[in-house]
């Protein structure tokens, strides 16, 4: 087809038509238009869109792997720690190795990692060495956005992928952030989700140079193939991938036609946009012509990695240059030569811990468990929040209500886990300090059934952690571990959740006043050692009708007066005093999160749990017959013959308090305990464990009958019995201790259970050895029908656990 045409004849007439240059916006869209029809009509005509679709797939698997490796590093340098660190080093240069190690150990392959201060404007491209103006437009990006996009500078050996963040805040940045790392993962993520690597292109593209090919093709295209780029979120990477298409048959003319009317409209709107005259005569850049460049990085409250496309990439408008650097980023604008000089700075900085790396210790069996300063401070908090509220909006369990303990480290972790969640897009309910039990109360009440409790239950007052529920189920096991997977390989959402704040307390009270009336008084003692259970049990158990005597219920995260675990004898001896002082009915006592419950009676005589699930059995029972009781290993072999002759079905099960949870649920359980101290009612309440709720749910059942609650606990089932003996270990040495046990030990005329540790039953008694999830201890327990079959069934494991180890220092 021949066309020709004199264009300013053509520019006359549109003058004459007063076009003009305010229509030329509209001829250019008409053309854009037409143009785009062409391509769409010749696209749809594509073959093989099966095998298109197939590799599409292909390559968006890869940009999946290639993005988290690219958002891992970039989480990295927008770390706290990082960013407090570097602030520090800014300052005081003899800082910087520890900056340097900090970061090493959260980035893989670390090559180097420079800083520099917050004037730019000293710094020239010549100062940063090779490829030293492209690195200078990258800490003007990050001056600008926070973070610069990563690019891969080098070839060969010499490759690495550098990446710049700005420290501080947009108004007062105190340095900025400099780092190589190793291309090898990054290339390593590309290739392992394709099946045939040659076939798929990997290359980088700032919108103004010609791209440069990082890992090509095996071979060139052939006719009828196109090259469909997939942009890396945070990267100027891109990954290409082979498209085949034919002619849709619309035929050459209609096609020619298309491309010559749209190119001409295109070329008279461009042309008279040019043309002198009123009102501005620059040429606009067309932002779909082009890709971002180095200076295009996504805004710093952008909200993370966009989500990848259906085979194209998005065009983004071209950033503005940076002060002091040309538009194409050359920097021929002459920079003064000033060098950086540290000691020039005079910045204050706010102290900070020694940061903590995320380790896969504290990703325990039921819960998340650490020593603040450790294995735990506000950014593990905050990354694990991340994959938490990442699963809840998956899962759409959301919001998730956040409670903390009286500890002292609970409000860094608190505001650490809330970023975290709302960072992933999930809504927040921050009820404050209160007891696990109203969180858990709260997490049913106010949504679906999701709580993070940040509490150390009964540890010591620098250990703290994480209960998680989500949507009803208590996490453990392969879901705690798969958290911290889920960190590892960046598999975290990114978005804006809210948070507000609600009282629990009164709505908790109420609905247990509501529930429970003692049917006459009784005088209790309670024990809250200091723990948050201060806040509200007394009230509790005063609003029910009893005469409540409060003991250490100042909460204080120190624990001045004794260890907030009630199953250590020792921790009750204030409670056993108070009782006989006061002539009290009963004494009852909480952990640290209240969500355990210890009893003792006058005389100073202690309630184990085992023997209380009995009367708690017995209740349940009653009203639901027939009905699966659980229980955990560590309990009394009576415990079985009072369920059954209750009329229950009892079941021994693992201990741990979120184990036992599932396991009710499972089987549909309306009463499950451990020895610890934890009570699971399902019937009349949610199912989950609160030490409160079961003191009350106990003096329900004491003030029901005319005896005296001695009368009653004493009289129940009982045995020669030790309490929870513990062997100090170091931290994993428990489990692996445990585990060769199961192995090796030999227990003669005994039924040995190994659903928990190493269970062995006699006729006459029971012994068990285990590892706690919580502490790096052995938990070991006996019981028997006299002491001489006690001490006989101890000798007995006495000599298979020194068969193991023979340094261990047993208490028995």
């Known amino acids: 087809m021949d066309i020709k045409f004199d264009l300013e004849k053509v520019l006359g007439l549109a003058d004459k038509l007063r076009l ?11 053309g854009s238009l037409l143009l785009l029809v062409l391509v769409v009509t010749m696209f749809m005509g594509g073959s093989g869109p099966q095998d298109n679709q197939e590799a599409l797939d292909d390559a968006q698997k890869s940009l999946k792997q290639l993005t988290a490796a690219v958002q891992g590093v970039r989480r990295a340098l927008r770390d706290q720690q990082v960013q407090e660190l570097a602030a520090i080093a800014a300052s005081s240069p003899d800082k910087l190795p520890s900056l340097r190690q900090y970061v090493s150990g959260r980035i893989a392959q670390l090559i180097e990692l420079q800083l520099y201060g917050p004037d730019l404007e000293s710094l020239r491209g010549g100062d940063l060495g090779p490829y030293g103006y492209s690195l200078l437009d990258m800490l003007f990006t990050a001056k600008a956005n926070g973070l610069a996009p990563a690019q891969i500078h080098g070839k060969g050996q010499d490759a690495y992928l550098a990446l710049a963040v700005r420290v501080g805040d947009p108004e007062s940045p105190k340095a900025y952030l400099l780092v190589r790392v190793k291309p090898d993962t990054f290339l390593d993520a590309f290739k392992s989700s394709l099946p045939e690597p040659g076939l798929f292109a990997l290359s980088q593209y700032n919108g103004r140079f010609p791209p440069s090919s990082l890992l090509g093709f095996s071979r060139p295209l052939e006719p009828g193939e196109r090259v469909a780029w997939l942009k890396v979120p945070g990267a100027l990477l891109r990954i290409g ?37 009123p009102g501005p005569a620059a040429l606009q850049e067309d932002p779909a012509a082009i890709e971002a460049g180095s200076g295009g990085a996504e805004p710093e409250e952008a909200g993370g990695p966009a989500e990848p496309g259906s085979g194209g990439e998005a065009a983004e408008i071209p950033p503005v240059p940076p002060k002091g650097l040309a538009a194409d980023g050359l920097g021929r604008v002459d920079l003064p030569d000033l060098s950086f000089k540290l000691e020039k700075r005079d910045m204050q900085f706010k102290k900070t811990a020694t940061p903590v790396e995320l380790s896969p ?36 369990v959301g919001p998730v209500v956040v409670a903390r303990d009286g500890r002292l480290s609970g409000g860094d972790l608190v505001e650490g886990m809330i970023d975290g969640l709302t960072g992933a897009g999930c809504d927040v309910i921050d009820i404050g300090a209160v007891p696990t039990g109203v969180l858990y109360f709260a997490a049913y009440e106010l949504g679906p059934g999701s709580g993070v409790m940040v509490t150390g239950s009964h540890n010591p007052p620098d250990y703290n952690g994480f209960k998680l529920l989500l949507g009803g189920d208590t996490l ?13 390989a960046g598999n975290l959402r990114v978005g804006k959740g809210s948070v507000r704040r609600e009282n629990m307390l009164e709505r908790y009270r109420e609905r247990i006043a509501g529930d429970i009336q003692l049917e006459r008084p009784l005088k209790v003692v309670a024990d809250c050692g200091n723990g948050i259970g201060g806040a509200c049990a007394a009230d509790v158990l005063r609003d029910i009708g009893a005469t409540v005597i409060p003991l250490f219920d100042e909460v204080d995260g120190t624990f001045p007066n004794h ?55 017995q209740d349940v029972l009653s009203r639901e017959p027939g009905s699966t009781i659980i229980y955990d290993v560590k309990c009394t072999g009576h415990l079985r013959e009072a369920i059954e002759a209750a009329g229950g079905k009892p079941m021994m099960y693992k201990t741990g308090h979120s184990l036992i949870k599932n396991k009710m649920k499972e089987v549909g359980a309306p009463f499950a305990g451990e020895m610890s101290g934890h009570f699971f009612f399902k019937e009349r309440w949610y199912g989950f464990d609160c030490g409160i709720y079961a003191a009350a749910r106990l003096l329900e059942i004491l003030a029901a009958g005319e005896k005296s609650p001695s009368e009653v606990l004493n009289g129940l089932p009982d045995s020669v ?11 994993g040495e428990n489990h692996a201790f445990v585990a060769e046990m199961q192995e090796k030990a030999r227990f003669a005329d005994a039924e040995v259970t190994t659903i928990d540790g190493v269970r062995a039953d006699y006729a006459d008694g029971w012994g068990l050895v285990r590892a706690s999830n919580t502490t790096p201890v052995l938990v070991l ?26 340094d261990l220092h047993l208490p028995f």
């Open 721 to 731: 019995s030790t309490p929870e003996l513990k062997v100090q270990m170091q931290e």
């Open 476 to 488: 453990s096991g392969d879901e705690i571990t798969a958290i911290y997977e889920r960190i590892q």
């Open 563 to 617: 260890h907030p675990d009630p199953s250590e004898p020792g921790n009750l001896e204030e409670l056993i005093e108070s009782v006989d002082l006061m002539d009290a009915d009963l004494g009852v006592a909480f952990d640290g999160d209240a969500d355990r419950l210890g009893v003792v009676t006058p005389g100073g005589h202690i309630i184990y749990a085992d023997r209380l699930m009995m009367l708690f059995a």
């Open 241 to 277: 991938v082979v498209q085949s298409m034919e002619s849709y048959g619309l035929g050459g003319v209609l096609h020619a036609l298309l491309f010559v009317s749209g190119l001409l409209l295109l070329g008279v709107g461009v042309l008279l946009q040019l043309r002198p005259g």
């Open 20 to 30: 003009g240059r305010l229509k030329a916006r509209t001829l250019i869209l008409a």
């Open 781 to 806: 327990r006996f019981d028997a029908d006299s002491e001489a079959a006690l001490a006989r069934i101890q000798g007995i494991f006495k000599q298979q656990m020194l068969a193991v180890n023979k």
């Open 361 to 396: 210790d504290i990703f325990r069996a039921y819960d998340i468990r650490g020593v603040v300063g450790q294995t735990l401070d506000a950014d593990v908090a905050r990354q694990v929040g991340q994959a938490v509220g990442s699963i809840a909006v998956e899962k759409q």
